[in-house]
């Protein structure tokens, strides 16, 4: 039903085609959700940086009669996003603010991290061109010194994780670009003083592992006092799960630990999304997905309280 609904998102108001239609071609949930976005399109999101707050709200409330109007909705904006070099300048700017101002938040409150850091970084590129490049040639610069980093400690924290009695997958990734500049304009530095540009996600079998891979990091590299974040016994607000631990790695650079199991992984990656992955498969609902449900019912007892 959510792929047909992204399919035929626009076909209400693009295209005027009745809801009645698309139930009777489809069915009621393909219907309701596709008339569900045509009203999130219809918001008026022209309004200064004061009143943006109110459209927040009605998209929350949009959101918890059903939580895939916005996940169609983040998909749609996306898209938009991405093509958005076929449309005008002025009508570039509006889409860019909108999606840094409205969007992307959203995407970040139910942890749709992917789509969060992308919407950030194309709205960014699209508003400060000039800056975008910039950074981004400071990025490209320093980046070949990076992977040279994010392959070393990669390897040296996979195997000593393994004779640890714990092996697990690692990842190493940069930060994405908005966030280094967010960064860079809040403290006042420039691209060469910022040092935490690299992040490491660690994946693991269990709970119980995430607390035990925690020990084996910090007999590696040296822990930064007040960067530490536990996640899994206090989750987010949205379901988030994760040990977060800011090190020194061997060669002094400021890093960013991130360990958490296949299941908190999912709900990182797909945030609220996750609440009905577990449909398309053979198994059953997994504890990562019942949290998100039990938060999509949170959000409905709020809306109705």
């Known amino acids: 039903d959510s792929l047909s609904a992204a399919m035929l998102h626009d076909v209400i108001e693009d295209c005027g085609v009745p809801k009645s239609v698309?139930?009777?071609?489809?069915?009621?949930?393909?219907?309701i959700l596709v008339d569900g976005v045509s009203k999130l399109d219809q918001l008026d999101t022209t309004s200064r940086t004061e009143e943006h707050a109110e459209n927040f709200q009605k998209m929350v409330l949009a959101m918890?009669?059903?939580?895939?109007?916005?996940?169609?909705?983040?998909a749609d904006r996306l898209h938009n996003m991405r093509t958005l070099q076929y449309v005008d300048r002025e009508s570039q700017l509006r889409v860019a603010k909108e999606t840094l101002e409205i969007y992307a938040p959203i995407a970040h409150r139910i942890g749709m991290n992917n789509v969060y850091r992308e919407l950030e970084d194309l709205s960014f590129k699209t508003i400060y061109p000039n800056r975008y490049k910039l950074l981004l040639t400071a990025f490209k610069k320093s980046r070949g010194g990076q992977k040279r980093l994010l392959t070393k400690i990669k390897k040296s924290l996979q195997k000593k994780l393994v004779d640890h009695g714990t092996p697990a997958y690692v990842e190493g990734r940069e930060k994405h670009i908005y966030s280094i500049y967010r960064k860079m304009k809040e403290s006042r530095r420039s691209f060469d003083e910022i040092t935490d540009v690299c992040a490491f996600k660690v994946v693991v079998d269990t709970p119980e592992n995430?607390?035990?891979?925690?020990?084996v990091v910090h007999s590696i590299y040296k822990p930064v006092e007040g960067r530490f974040k536990d996640y899994i016994s206090i989750p987010k607000s949205n379901g988030y799960q994760s040990i977060h631990s800011g090190v020194v790695g061997l060669e002094g650079q400021l890093m960013e630990i991130q360990i958490k199991t296949e299941e908190m992984n999912e709900m990182a990656e797909n945030g609220i999304a996750s609440h009905w992955l577990y449909k398309a498969g053979k198994g059953s609902e997994t504890n990562t997905q019942k949290k998100a449900r039990r938060w999509v019912a949170d959000l409905l007892e709020m809306r109705s309280g």
């Open 22 to 31: 698309i139930e009777s071609e489809f069915n009621k949930n393909v219907a």
């Open 64 to 74: 918890a009669r059903d939580m895939r109007v916005i996940v169609v909705k983040l």
């Open 210 to 215: 995430c607390y035990k891979t925690l020990g």
